[in-house]
């Protein structure tokens, strides 16, 4: 009864919800300044729903509206996370005890595997990482089943409970989990016993990137204009799988006030271990600009984005889907905005697209190296007349480009400090410098190519005049 008061004091005294007309100003002037074709957003406060829409359209040109179904990518990990912790509070499942004990297909080519338990499967201290298990450029699994085998030959990186790492495929593990405890497929777990107990009928998981429906499919961002493109090959059930939209999310967003679960077990949720202060089971932990304490998790693919955020104090919950990739993230953008407006702030919009000025230089550098290859290759027989022996071999620097493109992604992996990508991810995350280096491996490879050709064919000709064959 006292915390009923107190919390109905607590959002007595809170900031007054944004209005539906200042919220969709905002969007829509987001959306102009930066080109983002579409978004849907999600706000809640206690048991109430403050606004839901779309806006914009998706990549085949439809409206986005609240009914549309929008990729949440990573925010599907507080979904997995419910999911265990339903099976926890029936008895079924202990946190605290080896995964392998629910779930003995578990094995990894390290004994210490045997070890890791189901609380740091969600709270992402397993000891797995991408250093050691190269989950996106891997042959990516068909199924949740899959997604485990293909871990019989992989090693931790640290033991069990040792350092947090954030990992896909513990949410993998967590769902297949689901899956061999509860006897029924995740997507059927999650149907049955999330999604229509909520209300949440728009709502389903997936487990590849073609499964995604045209309405989630996104976009990348180039000079400022927004390209439709397929998703690159990934497999995400469990760990960035679900599907909604924003009336869905708004259902979602007060179930966290309580619903689905005790309690106790939302506190469990929202209690980060040791080894990590800042993420709990499925849910980060923060604290908005005016210090307010926060539960989030926010959720990138290569074409969309997405964004949940729950103010615990005030009772407001916040969910944002957008349809272009993490490179401009524009979800946690908005999401910044609107948690501005909550608060009482004036949004920041941005006066251009993000990251227009490096995309037009890296067009005019574009420009300038297919130039230049041109008029390097244009002169290639005057450069063959008038350099001979170890002076040709220099050709080679003219292949470094070529060499610094097909090496892209272990690049990558060296600078994120061993984070896993495939090839065409890179080209995904910078669109505008990929197509440089491409244009540079070109430029360089002709240019190369043509001057050895005519090496090879005044040597030949100065072979014939002297008589030498």
């Not at 403050?50 to 179904?69: F, I, K, N, Q």
């Not at 992996?413 to 991810?425: C, T």
């Amino acid at each position: 009864m006292l915390i009923n008061v107190l919390t109905a004091i607590t959002l007595a005294l809170s900031p007054s919800s944004p209005s539906p007309a200042s919220v969709d100003a905002f969007v829509e002037r987001y959306r102009e300044a930066t080109g983002l074709p579409g978004a849907a957003v999600a706000i809640v406060k206690g048991t109430e729903v403050v606004h839901a829409a779309g806006y914009g359209r998706t990549s085949t040109g439809e409206p986005v509206t609240a009914g549309t179904p929008m990729a949440v990518a990573s925010v599907s990990k507080s979904f997995t996370s419910l999911a265990v912790m339903q099976l926890v509070e029936q008895g079924r499942v202990e946190l605290d005890r080896p995964v392998r004990g629910y779930l003995p297909e578990f094995t990894m080519a390290d004994p210490r595997a045997a070890a890791i338990t189901v609380r740091q499967l969600l709270d992402q201290t397993s000891g797995m990482a991408d250093t050691t298990f190269r989950e996106k450029s891997l042959p990516q699994p068909e199924t949740l089943e899959g997604s485990v085998a293909r871990l019989r030959t992989a090693k931790p990186a640290a033991a069990p409970g040792a350092v947090f790492s954030y990992h896909n495929t513990n949410y993998q593990v967590a769902a297949r989990l689901v899956e061999v405890v509860s006897g029924e497929p995740f997507a059927s777990y999650l149907r049955a016993h999330v999604f229509t107990p909520l209300g949440m009928t728009s709502s389903t998981t997936l487990d590849r990137e073609r499964d995604l429906p045209a309405s989630a499919r996104g976009h990348l961002v180039v000079l400022g204009r927004a390209v439709a493109l397929p998703e690159p090959t990934g497999f995400g059930n469990g760990s960035g799988g679900v599907v909604s939209t924003a009336g869905d999310m708004a259902r979602w967003l007060i179930a966290q006030n309580g619903g689905l679960l005790t309690p106790a077990s939302v506190k469990e949720l929202r209690t980060p271990s040791r080894a990590n202060e800042k993420y709990a089971l499925g849910w980060f932990l923060g604290r908005t600009p005016h210090g307010a304490p926060t539960v989030r998790h926010g959720g990138d693919l290569f074409t969309s984005t997405a964004d949940q955020l729950l103010m615990p104090g005030s009772g407001y919950g916040v969910a944002v889907m957008a349809n272009t990739g993490m490179a401009h993230a524009d979800a946690h953008a908005l999401m910044d905005g609107l948690v501005a407006l909550i608060e009482g702030d004036t949004p920041q919009v941005p006066s251009s697209p993000p990251y227009l000025p490096v995309d037009l230089a890296f067009l005019l550098l574009t420009l300038v190296t297919a130039g230049l290859a041109v008029c390097g290759a244009a002169r290639s027989r005057r450069w063959a007349r008038r350099r001979t022996g170890w002076r040709r071999a220099r050709l080679v620097v003219w292949l470094a480009p070529l060499a610094l493109c097909l090496s892209a992604a272990p690049v990558f992996r060296v600078l994120a400090r061993g984070a896993d990508i495939m090839w065409i991810q890179v080209v995904y995350l910078y669109p505008a410098f990929m197509i440089w280096l491409m244009t540079a491996a070109a430029a360089g490879t002709v240019v190369a190519g043509s001057r050895l050709c005519w090496s090879f064919v005044l040597s030949r000709a100065s072979a014939r005049s002297a008589g030498r064959v």
